[in-house]
T-cell receptor
């Protein structure tokens, strides 16, 4: 069974540009979460999808971040326009309903210069 | 709200030394507790978990016991190896927050031969 897959693994963009991160969860997992780790700090929750619906987006830092999960399968996280403070590692995780354990992807390292 | 406080590193040990990484938590409900590990160049992996008080999670020689009375979940290993060098994250989740994870800041462990 394939695990959680994230694309790209690394991205370097200039301030003001747009970047789209993608996450493919484990097939059949209704729950999909996005997290971010800014350098040296804790991993912080961004948002949670249940199927295609946003269940909780309380961790989204501002309106430059837009997440979608069309059809309840893969998800994208777009940052537009990117700022220097957006640099970090973005993790995606998924799990089935009522499952305590979350399965993580490899993460996308975003560097804004 | 929920929070996790973990011992900040970096921690440097010699091979075969004893390891303890302290973790305490604050939660409003009855959380599940986790240790995640990130090896160099890799994504987050679940190391072990405990879902109720007095449970002991164990994996790869690592152990942690869910102590409700002290709100702690300290990670221990009796004899570390060079291959254990990684960043270790303590985390919790609960049903009230739809199982989103709250992480500690992470502890970088380096084991020297």
């Amino acid at each position: 069974e394939a695990g959680v897959t994230q694309f790209p693994s690394h991205s370097v963009i200039e301030k003001g540009q747009t970047v789209t991160l993608r996450c493919d969860p484990i097939s059949g997992h209704d729950n999909l979460y996005w997290y971010r780790r800014v350098m040296g700090k804790e991993i912080k929750f961004l948002l949670h999808f249940v199927k295609e619906s946003k269940q909780d987006e309380s961790g989204m830092p501002n309106n430059r971040f837009l997440a979608e999960r069309t059809g309840g399968t893969y998800s994208t996280l777009k940052v537009q326009p990117a700022e220097l403070e957006d640099s970090g590692v973005y993790f995606c995780a998924s799990n089935p309903s009522r499952e305590v354990q979350a399965f993580f992807g490899q993460g996308t390292r975003l560097t804004v210069v | 709200g929920n929070s996790v406080t973990q011992m900040e590193g970096p921690v440097t040990l010699s091979e075969e030394a004893f390891l303890t990484i302290n973790c305490t938590y604050t939660a409003t409900g009855y959380p599940s507790l986790f240790w995640y590990v990130q090896y160099p160049g890799e994504g987050l992996q679940l190391l072990l978990k405990a879902t109720k008080a007095d449970d002991k999670g164990s994996n790869k020689g690592f152990e942690a016991t869910y102590r409700k009375e002290t709100t702690s979940f300290h990670l221990e290993k009796g004899s570390v190896q060079v291959s254990d060098s990684a960043v270790y994250f303590c985390a919790l989740s609960d049903r009230g927050s739809n199982y989103k994870l709250t992480f500690g800041k992470g502890t970088l462990l380096t084991v020297n031969p």
